[in-house]
């Protein structure tokens, strides 16, 4: 039998320099740091094409930290650059698994967020997208399985936007830490003249949405010790407004914190993109019912002088935590308790807008910062005076010491935290960032 004979071609890549120096890299462990926009995707499903053209027959695997991502980014830019090179393939979506036809590699398609079922498969390499955003057990199962005997070029290769001096740093790129084979490319700020060219205030428009601790991580890429002290570290005196007042032309907002011990709650206006928390509320060892009897009492300066005004019932936004919607009073919720509360109080109107699952604390954390204060120098969120609870935890709380992910400290004081996190679920809902814009770049 006359054996197949496999046409090579050569493919030219457009590359930007750090991208250049990523693919010309021969460590056999090799990453890609940059900020958004510095093409990291892009750079990581060029690497994996390459090697799979490297190494006909066999197998490799592309890999994210989650399904959505998988499928919304990684999958979408290998794609693209298939159809780009007018390379033949075969994909089973059902599988997740792709097949050039040409030279008959395969290409394992990989969430790594339950990283135990990646077991058992020999690769010839891997390639992982937002590999901070991994846990360190997924890398680790990963490093065991590239080991196929058949194979000519064994690689591991990842591209990341940083996350503060976690594990990836540690060993790609800590001159203490870094393990032997390792190399990273970091990428420049600024350096996609793509993407600016379509987008000349690309990196500016992100300085209003992200404060200046996120903005240096996630737009400059630089490394920071962002899972350590303060918390609220944009907060200062400048956020604190005596001269606070309810505008009868809006309605408000109502967000809380179904804690026990405490209950919490902060009362705030959502005004032209700025947000003013014009009071709170701090219950010891209290419940749902008797937080409804506290805002109602709370509220009746604002619900007289919106009658004044508009003739209407006052619009209350209710806002908070995603727990309140299971746990339960005689198989009630916490936001049904506050529905029937108020179906007796016709003048005041409820719209109830809080997510299905919490939102990641350090995302939550990084819209409220961007609130306080942006890249930019700007403050949209401002707090009365009176929120002593709420100004003490935006001084006083912390990140959990130790901590592998990003967690609060709620064990020091066990009355920090919750007014802040009830304005945390607030910002969220009408205010969040989005710490994940991408710009593929252009061919």
């Known amino acids: 039998?006359?054996?197949?004979?496999?046409?090579?071609?050569?493919?030219?890549?457009?590359?930007?320099?750090?991208?250049?120096?990523?693919?010309?890299?021969?460590?056999?462990?090799?990453?890609?740091?940059?900020?958004?926009?510095?093409?990291?995707?892009?750079?990581?499903?060029?690497?994996?094409?390459?090697?799979?053209?490297?190494?006909?027959?066999?197998?490799?695997?592309?890999?994210?930290?989650?399904?959505?991502?998988?499928?919304?980014?990684?999958?979408?830019?290998?794609?693209?650059?298939?159809?780009?090179?007018?390379?033949?393939?075969?994909?089973?979506?059902?599988?997740?698994?792709?097949?050039l036809e040409a030279s008959g590699s395969r290409i394992l398609l990989r969430s790594l967020d339950r990283y135990e079922h990646l077991r058992g498969t020999n690769l010839a390499w891997v390639g992982v997208d937002e590999l901070t955003y991994c846990a360190s057990e997924a890398w680790q199962r990963l490093?065991?399985?590239?080991?196929?005997?058949?194979?000519?070029?064994?690689?591991?290769?990842?591209?990341?936007?940083?996350?503060?001096f976690d594990w990836v740093y540690r060993r790609f790129i800590s001159p203490k830490e870094k393990l032997t084979g390792y190399e990273a490319v970091l990428a420049a700020p600024g350096e996609n003249l793509a993407v600016l060219s379509k987008s000349p205030d690309y990196y500016e428009h992100l300085k209003i949405s992200y404060d200046d601790l996120f903005y240096r991580q996630e737009v400059l890429g630089q490394y920071l010790n962002v899972n350590a002290g303060r918390v609220y570290h944009a907060w200062s005196e400048a956020n604190e407004d005596s001269s606070l007042r309810f505008v009868p032309q809006a309605g408000i907002c109502w967000?809380?914190?179904?804690?026990?011990?405490?209950?919490?709650?902060?009362?705030?206006?959502?005004?032209?993109?700025?947000?003013?928390?014009?009071?709170?509320?701090?219950?010891?060892?209290?419940?749902?019912?008797?937080?409804?009897?506290?805002?109602?009492?709370?509220?009746?300066?604002?619900?007289q002088a919106y009658l004044d005004a508009n003739g209407k019932p006052l619009p209350i936004s209710v806002h908070g935590d995603a727990t309140g919607q299971s746990r339960s009073t005689a198989s009630r919720t916490d936001y049904d308790l506050i529905r029937e509360y108020f179906r007796a109080r016709p003048a005041f109107k409820l719209d109830f807008d809080y997510p299905r699952s919490n939102p990641?604390?350090?995302?939550?954390?990084?819209?409220?910062?961007?609130?306080?204060?942006?890249?930019?120098?700007?403050?949209?969120?401002?707090?009365?005076?009176?929120?002593?609870?709420?100004?003490?935890?935006?001084?006083?709380?912390?990140?959990?010491?130790?901590?592998?992910?990003?967690e609060l400290d709620k064990v020091t004081d066990k009355t920090r935290t919750h007014v802040s996190d009830a304005l945390g679920y607030l910002i969220w809902q009408v205010a969040r960032i989005d710490g994940f814009q991408r710009q593929i770049t252009p061919r």
Request: proline content about 6%; some cysteine; aromatic content about 8%.
């Open 143 to 164: 490093e065991a399985r590239v080991r196929d005997p058949e194979t000519r070029h064994h690689r591991m290769f990842a591209v990341w936007t940083p996350k503060g």
């Open 255 to 303: 967000s809380l914190d179904f804690n026990v011990d405490p209950m919490a709650a902060v009362v705030a206006q959502h005004l032209n993109g700025r947000i003013n928390v014009l009071a709170e509320l701090f219950l010891r060892n209290s419940d749902t019912i008797a937080m409804c009897e506290r805002f109602e009492n709370l509220a009746q300066p604002f619900l």
């Open 360 to 406: 990641p604390v350090r995302d939550r954390v990084n819209s409220v910062n961007a609130m306080f204060r942006n890249a930019r120098g700007e403050i949209r969120m401002r707090v009365h005076p009176g929120c002593r609870e709420l100004i003490t935890d935006c001084y006083e709380v912390s990140w959990k010491q130790g901590a592998l992910n990003f």
């Open 1 to 99: 039998m006359t054996p197949a004979v496999i046409k090579k071609r050569k493919i030219r890549i457009p590359a930007l320099p750090s991208q250049e120096r990523f693919f010309q890299s021969t460590a056999r462990v090799k990453g890609f740091s940059g900020p958004v926009g510095s093409g990291k995707t892009y750079a990581l499903c060029c690497e994996a094409l390459r090697c799979a053209a490297q190494n006909p027959g066999r197998t490799g695997l592309l890999g994210a930290p989650t399904f959505p991502m998988l499928r919304d980014t990684t999958v979408p830019t290998l794609l693209d650059r298939l159809a780009q090179h007018g390379t033949r393939y075969r994909y089973i979506k059902s599988e997740n698994v792709l097949t």
